[in-house]
């Protein structure tokens, strides 16, 4: 779903020359339309999914079938019988397909399909696809930097705008004083939402450096430039001026505020990463925490959580508090249970980060798949799928 997302940021971006920066592509892969591509990546998706719960999880794709010479078009196979061929992790993770002995393609495993297919499609757009010269506002840019673009204010800037209805405001970011997003529960409730696409090299989670991945954390979320600090600037700004830059009229002492980090690097979710953050980020200047009711502890939720519990989020409107709120309720009371007995069993449940924890509550994580696409597919308009 994410690819056909993308295919609309592009032609957002594009415009008028998006048919024909679409016909260049489809003569290279050998597609009708860009997204046939799209489709591939849902049919298999759907096809791992049903796999899954057969004692036959892995995908076989034979060479008569259409994803196939696609597959190849698209550079997502690694072929043994080449000498240029390369087995490290992050070969295998870009090109996740391999030949077997009988020509047939298979996928090399069962986890973070969706996350292949979302960074492998748009880094085969922006560098083997020749994207750049149709937007030269990213002419110096990374990949990184134009997806994160594409993240922040494309894909979850129209699902938390989505969000939107009475008594629950979302305000976009000025990018200068306010977050990456707002949201005002009730006028009393402030979301601060700042959204992080940085990634961490492949050479560091395949050595599993620890070193690097605490510099990546600091960097990312806890220095004095980004992350939490920025989450931080935000509150002086609503302190300094609350009507001017989110038309609020409540009192600062009556105002609870939830910091939250949105993250869309798998590694970033790991056991214990929140909590880190929270213990070795800056401290909230004491005079300015005593300003409102409550500062609640930075929460880092997986970009993914608003897209797989938009309709749930929306049909509830206090359900993302609530939630929080359950959170960090219960990591006190499981790092309770951690000390009295300190194993490692009771320290992963103490850890846990917020997805994991928020799994089945209030219907969170419950939706069927297909019920997500086509909510997707409304949001960012879309036709529906019978």
């Not at 259409?66 to 690694?78: D, F, I």
Request: glycine fraction near 4%; charge should be positive.
């Amino acid at each position: 779903m994410k690819q056909a997302v993308f295919l609309s940021y592009l032609e957002h971006l594009l415009k008028e020359q998006f048919e024909e920066y679409e016909a260049k592509i489809c003569a290279k892969l050998g597609v009708a339309k860009l997204v046939d591509v799209s489709l591939m990546y849902v049919g298999l998706q759907v096809e791992q999914d049903k796999r899954l719960k057969t004692k036959d999880p892995l995908i076989c794709i034979a060479p008569q079938t259409p994803p196939y010479h696609l597959l190849y078009n698209l550079n997502l196979v690694t072929d043994p019988q080449k000498k240029a061929a390369k087995f490290s992790v992050f070969h295998i993770m870009m090109q996740p397909f391999i030949r077997l002995s009988n020509g047939y393609l298979s996928f090399t495993g069962t986890h973070d399909f969706a996350l292949i297919a979302e960074l492998g499609w748009g880094h085969f757009l922006f560098n083997e696809g020749a994207l750049l010269p149709y937007v030269p506002q990213f002419a110096k840019s990374t990949f990184q930097s134009f997806f994160g673009h594409y993240v922040e204010k494309f894909l979850l800037g129209k699902v938390f705008l989505s969000l939107q209805r009475k008594a629950l405001r979302v305000i976009p970011s000025d990018d200068k004083k306010t977050s990456d997003m707002t949201l005002v529960l009730n006028e009393t409730d402030v979301f601060f939402i700042e959204i992080k696409t940085s990634t961490l090299h492949y050479r560091d989670w395949e050595q599993q450096d620890m070193s690097a991945f605490k510099k990546y954390l600091y960097n990312n979320f806890i220095s004095d430039k980004k992350g939490v600090i920025q989450l931080h600037k935000c509150l002086q700004n609503l302190a300094d001026n609350p009507k001017g830059l989110f038309d609020l009229n409540t009192p600062l002492h009556k105002l609870k505020i939830y910091p939250i980090i949105v993250y869309t690097e798998p590694h970033a979710g790991v056991v214990a990463v929140n909590d880190y953050i929270i213990n070795n980020s800056p401290v909230l200047a004491a005079d300015l925490k005593a300003k409102f009711s409550v500062v609640h502890p930075v929460t880092m939720i997986n970009g993914d959580f608003f897209i797989e519990n938009v309709k749930v989020l929306r049909n509830s409107k206090r359900l993302l508090k609530d939630a929080i709120l359950r959170y960090h309720s219960g990591t006190k009371q499981r790092k309770k249970q951690w000390k009295k007995g300190n194993s490692t069993f009771n320290f992963s449940k103490a850890m846990q980060n917020f997805d994991n924890y928020s799994i089945a509550y209030e219907g969170l994580y419950l939706e069927d798949q297909m019920d997500i696409a086509n909510e997707i597919k409304a949001i960012f308009n879309q036709p529906q799928k019978e």
